[in-house]
């Protein structure tokens, strides 16, 4: 099966939360739910698009901040205490900068209308092509080997 690409959206902190983790770095998607999740296989590619620094926030950092490779077995919940038990999938993430979207909104295939570049974002995490993910990596100056690019 092909590999996939996806961009997932999250504030940067939650973001940085699951590329920082050690020894393995995870995704999580629409606040923990499953079925997103579901549609992700080992080997898709996976970036991750910040609108703001914090959840809720206002700041507007609209950058990526990471990006990697998902890696094999399922999605699995992790009790991050306070009763909140989300789904996640482990994600090897490649060494890459943070990178802002605005030079690239015209650029970028997934963008229909650029006066409407966030649109898509609305829904959390949605498939996009090599092109784009290949543009994506390179503005975020990634390690193109770690990402099989």
């Known amino acids: 099966m092909a590999q996939r690409n996806w961009i997932a959206v999250a504030s940067a902190e939650h973001a940085r939360r ?3 983790h050690k020894p393995l770095g995870f995704m999580q998607v629409g606040h923990g739910k499953l079925g997103p999740l579901k549609r992700v296989a080992a080997g898709d590619r996976v970036a991750y698009y910040a609108p703001a620094t914090v959840f809720g926030g206002t700041d507007k950092l609209q950058s990526f901040v ?8 399922e999605p699995y919940e992790f009790d991050m205490g306070g009763g909140f038990v989300p789904w996640r999938r482990d994600v090897a993430y490649a060494a890459s900068r943070e990178a802002p979207i605005a030079p690239l909104i015209e650029r970028l295939a997934f963008v229909e209308n650029p006066s ?9 995490m949605f498939e996009v092509s090599d092109a784009d993910t290949m543009l994506i990596a390179r503005t975020m100056k990634a390690d193109l080997k ?3 690019l």
């Open 18 to 20: 699951g590329r920082d």
């Open 116 to 124: 409407q570049w966030g649109y898509k974002f609305r829904f959390g």
């Open 66 to 73: 990471s990006i990697g490779i998902a890696q094999p077995g």
């Open 146 to 148: 770690a990402l099989a």
